[in-house]
């Protein structure tokens, strides 16, 4: 389980695509402390630790992406340099500081617009229409692995206020208009979406 509190930026080193895609990642991290086999947050998407070493100053590991994940989540549009969230799991005595983030992608949105209010800058998205019954003012949402609080709603498009710490300690900061990012809905609302399917 994961909270929506990025803690690192990586950067892709490498894309190999024999047979599943294969990504490298350059990490501040230390990789001795990630165990073969561990669950690490990638701009939302949970993937599984493969490999890993440091190459002199620099520490790596590496991922396996299927082609299922490629294709519902902006993985596919990875290239060598880009920066991706990090997130390292929870621990059971850790701090809660987001919302209950599973990993799981539910769908792709597109920024629509940036508006700088101050300091801080508000960010508009649509999202597929299956999901914006999902989105609701005050409720929580993760952007490419970032929990945010959702301002306002107007059928699928939504917006998120993000503050100058966010934009400075994730990929946000980065992002323009028209550029698509990975979207988590709250699991909260998915399940009382679904109690009220089946009541």
Request: glycine share 10%; with cysteine.
């Amino acid at each position: 389980m994961f909270t929506g509190i990025v803690t690192d930026i990586g950067r892709v080193r490498s894309i190999d695509r024999n047979g599943d895609t294969r990504v490298c990642i350059e990490t501040s991290y230390d990789v001795s402390s990630i165990e073969m086999g561990a669950s690490i947050a990638h701009s939302g998407v949970c993937l599984t630790v493969v490999d890993k070493g440091n190459d002199g100053a620099q520490n790596w590991f590496a991922v396996d992406v299927s082609e299922e994940t490629l294709s519902c989540t902006t993985l596919g549009q990875w290239q060598e340099g880009t920066h991706i969230n990090l997130e390292r799991p929870m621990r059971a005595d850790g701090e809660f500081g987001g919302h209950i983030v599973s990993g799981h992608v539910d769908g792709v949105a597109t920024i629509l617009s940036i508006d700088e209010i101050a300091d801080s800058k508000t960010y508009s998205f649509r999202v597929p229409d299956e999901l914006k019954r999902y989105i609701a003012p005050k409720g929580s949402i993760t952007v490419d692995g970032v929990s945010l609080t959702v301002n306002k709603v107007d059928d699928q498009v939504f917006t998120v206020n993000v503050i100058p710490h966010t934009q400075e300690v994730t990929t946000l900061g980065q992002r323009q208009v028209a550029d698509q990012v990975n979207i988590e809905i709250d699991m909260l609302a998915r399940y009382v979406a679904r109690l009220q399917e089946v009541g």
